[in-house]
C-alpha cells in the first residue's frame, strides 16, 4: 500500500511512468534507511511519542530489513524503499508501525538516506584513490631513473623522468583527495527532521540527537534549504568525480600513444589486451580507450543532473527524482575505473632502452641555450643562436 494512499488507485500506466526506476535504484539505499529509521525511531522515544517497548520493536525489524539486505523486496507499486519499508513495519509491529512516520516526509526520508550514503561512498571512492597512488608510486619506484622525452603541441619539447611524468599524477590525484573531504564536510549535514521542508508543527523534535545517532557533523538548521540542497549537492558530488575521471582519461591517452609502437615507451601485458576479428596480428588497449571515454560519460550525467535542477521553484519538485540515477552510475563508475586503473598500473611495463633511444638532440636545445647564457651570452641571442641548429 502506498503510504500516500487515499482510496483512490492511481491509472497503472502513470505509476509505471511515474516510478520509473527509482524502486530499483533504492536497493542502494535500504541499508540507509533503516539506519535512519532508527535514529528517527530513538528520536521520538526521546520525546515520548513511542514507548520503550515500541522503540525495540521497530529497532528489531529494521535491523531485519538490513540483514536481508538486496533479498528485501522493494515492488514497483511501492514507489521506492520508504513506502516498501515501512509495509514492512506494518506487517512485522501492526500499530507501532503505522508511528514511525510521525515527524517526518519522504522528502527528509530520502535526503537522508542519500547523504549516508553519499558520504560512506565518498570514502570509499578515498580509499580507491590511495590504492592508485600506491599503485603509482610502484610504477615510479622500479623506473625511477628512467628519462624519456617529454612533449607540449605533441611534439618533442624537453626531457623529462617517468618520476616527474607519473608524478604529475599522484599530485593531481592528492588534490582530489582534497576536493572529496570539501565535499564530504559540505554533505556532512543532519537533514532530518525538516520533513517536507517546512519544519514539523506540533511537535518539538531533537535534531542534534538524530545527527549524533548517525554520525552527522552538523545540523541543517533551514528546512527549506534541505530541500534546496538536493542536486546542488549531487552535483557538487559528481563535480568531484569528473575531476578524478579527466586524469583517468589523460593518463589512459599517455599510455596508449606510449604504447603505439611507434613509441614502444611501455607494453601492456598480453592478457590486458583485446583482439581483431580479423588481423591476427591485433593487440588492442581497449580497456585504455574505455578508461578515457568514460569520462565523458560522467560530464553528461554532470550536466544531467545541473540541468535537471535549474528552473525549479523553491521546495520539493518531483523533477530531482531523475538526478538519484546519474549520481549513483557516476559513483559505481570511477569506483570501477578506479579499481581498473590500478590493475593497468600492476601490469605495464617500462621500456627502458625505447625510452633511452627517444632522447634526441633537439630536447636539449633549451639546455644548450642556457650553458650560453651562464658564459653571459643574452638569453635572446642564445637563444637565436641556438635556434639555427636545429
Known amino acids: 500500500m502506498k503510504i500516500w494512499d487515499k482510496g483512490i488507485e492511481l491509472n497503472k500506466r502513470i505509476e509505471r511512468f511515474s516510478v520509473g526506476d527509482d524502486y530499483l535504484l533504492d536497493y542502494k ?4 534507511d533503516c539506519l535512519a529509521s532508527i535514529a528517527h525511531a530513538k528520536m521520538l522515544e526521546s520525546i515520548n511519542l513511542l514507548s520503550e517497548l515500541e522503540l525495540k520493536q521497530l529497532t528489531f525489524a529494521l535491523n531485519e530489513i538490513i540483514k536481508l539486505d538486496s533479498k ?9 524503499c520508504h513506502t516498501a519499508i515501512e509495509n514492512y513495519l506494518i506487517k512485522k509491529c501492526g500499530i507501532v508501525g503505522k508511528k514511525i512516520h510521525v515527524a517526518r516526509s519522504r522528502n527528509d526520508q530520502i535526503l537522508t538516506a542519500l547523504r549516508l550514503f553519499e558520504k560512506e561512498e565518498l570514502n570509499e571512492i578515498k580509499e580507491l584513490i590511495n590504492e592508485f597512488i600506491v599503485a603509482l608510486d610502484l610504477v615510479i619506484l622500479a623506473n625511477e631513473f628512467v628519462f624519456l622525452p617529454g612533449y607540449t603541441h605533441m611534439q618533442k619539447a624537453m626531457p623529462t623522468s617517468v618520476k616527474t611524468w607519473l608524478g604529475s599524477y599522484v599530485c593531481s590525484m592528492n588534490d582530489n583527495l582534497l576536493l572529496l573531504d570539501f565535499v564530504i564536510n559540505l554533505i556532512d549535514k543532519n537533514p532530518l527532521g525538516s520533513a517536507a521542508g517546512f519544519g514539523v ?3 518539538e ?11 552527522f557533523a552538523k545540523v541543517m538548521d533551514n528546512p527549506m534549504y534541505c530541500q534546496f540542497s538536493r542536486g546542488k549537492y549531487e552535483a557538487q558530488i559528481v563535480n568531484v568525480i569528473s575531476s ?9 591517452t599517455d599510455f596508449m600513444i606510449f604504447s603505439m609502437k611507434e613509441f614502444s615507451f611501455i607494453k601492456l601485458p598480453p592478457n590486458f589486451c583485446t583482439g581483431s576479428s580479423i588481423m591476427p596480428q591485433k593487440n588492442n588497449p581497449d580497456v585504455l580507450e574505455l578508461i578515457r571515454a568514460k569520462y565523458h560519460i560522467i560530464l553528461g550525467e554532470e550536466f544531467k543532473i545541473k540541468s535537471l535542477i535549474g528552473n525549479l521553484i523553491s521546495g520539493y519538485n518531483r523533477d530531482v527524482q531523475l538526478t538519484k540515477a546519474p549520481l549513483m552510475n557516476s559513483i559505481d563508475i570511477v569506483k570501477d575505473t578506479l579499481s581498473i586503473s ?8 617500462i621500456n627502458k632502452d625505447n625510452c633511452k633511444k627517444a632522447l634526441s638532440k633537439e630536447l636539449y636545445a633549451t ?12 638569453f635572446r641571442d642564445a637563444y637565436k643562436e641556438i635556434g639555427k641548429l636545429f
Open 29 to 32: 539505499l535500504i541499508k540507509y
Open 72 to 80: 528485501f523486496e522493494i515492488k514497483q507499486e511501492d514507489e521506492d
Open 201 to 203: 508543527p506540533v511537535f
Open 205 to 215: 523534535l531533537d535534531k542534534n540527537l538524530t545527527a549524533q545517532e548517525l554520525g
Open 244 to 252: 578524478i575521471m579527466f586524469d583517468l582519461n589523460k593518463l589512459a
Open 342 to 349: 590500478s590493475l593497468v598500473l600492476s601490469g605495464i611495463k
Open 367 to 378: 639546455e644548450k641555450v642556457y650553458e650560453l647564457v651562464k658564459k653571459g651570452i643574452p
